[in-house]
């Protein structure tokens, strides 16, 4: 009766932790999963890629979808719109994939409210605050400006690591790779409740 709908398993933490670099080592020991991709209606930019890096649509298709209940969360950033699409999420969840989002605390909050028994949450973080600080200067892609305002913003988010049934520190690249991909496999055999309540009808009615 395991994983009838598939599962979903949210990855958080703050911008520097080294998330995109932990799915992506651990996607490939998971086998058939799903990566969410957001949607959003700003401008795509050189090198970007349509249904890789961001599903892009037009700012009226996508207020559609809102009005259509079509997103499992969404927020208009800086005149754009940024949001995460039930469609291809319900579709890899009958498959019985392993949805894999990489998401914000805001996110984590929407998707347990609506899909909270099929999810399991994971917050990512370097060991200290310091670290975090190291590692978003020697990438050297953010002004000192965007730099700080990331700091400002993680001490904020790990304020929320409470909300998320594990943690994972980043210090070692394949220690921590090692135990997300152990939280995913374990994901994947969450249950539904109305399967529980259905594993126990029919266990009774057996006896």
């Not at 670099?21 to 209606?41: E, H, Q």
């Not at 050297?140 to 943690?167: C, H, N, P, Q, W």
Request: aromatic fraction near 8%; include cysteine.
């Amino acid at each position: 009766m395991n994983n009838k709908s598939g599962a979903i398993l949210v990855v958080s933490g703050p911008s520097g932790a080294g998330k995109s670099t932990l799915i992506n080592a651990m996607m490939k020991d998971l086998g058939d999963c799903y990566f969410s991709i957001s949607t959003t209606t700003r401008p795509m930019r050189e090198g970007e890629v349509d249904g890789v890096h961001y599903h892009f649509v037009t700012k009226e298709e996508f207020e559609k979808d809102i009005q259509e209940g079509h997103f499992l969360e969404y927020a208009l950033v800086h005149s754009n719109y940024y949001g995460t699409s039930l469609k291809p999420v319900k579709k890899a969840l009958q498959e019985k994939k392993l949805v894999i989002f990489d998401i914000d605390v805001q996110g984590n909050e929407a998707i347990k409210k609506q899909l909270g028994d099929i999810t399991t949450s994971v917050f990512v973080t370097t060991p200290t605050l310091t670290e975090l600080e190291n590692r978003l200067t020697t990438r050297s892609t953010d002004s000192a400006e965007v730099i700080s305002k990331r700091i400002a913003m993680a001490k904020e988010e790990v304020k929320r690591v409470g909300e998320y049934e594990f943690l994972v520190v980043n210090d070692k690249l394949e220690e921590a790779v090692q135990t997300l991909t152990t939280i995913a496999k374990a994901a994947r055999l969450k249950i539904e409740h109305k399967d529980v309540q259905e594993f126990i009808q029919k266990w009774v009615d057996k006896a």
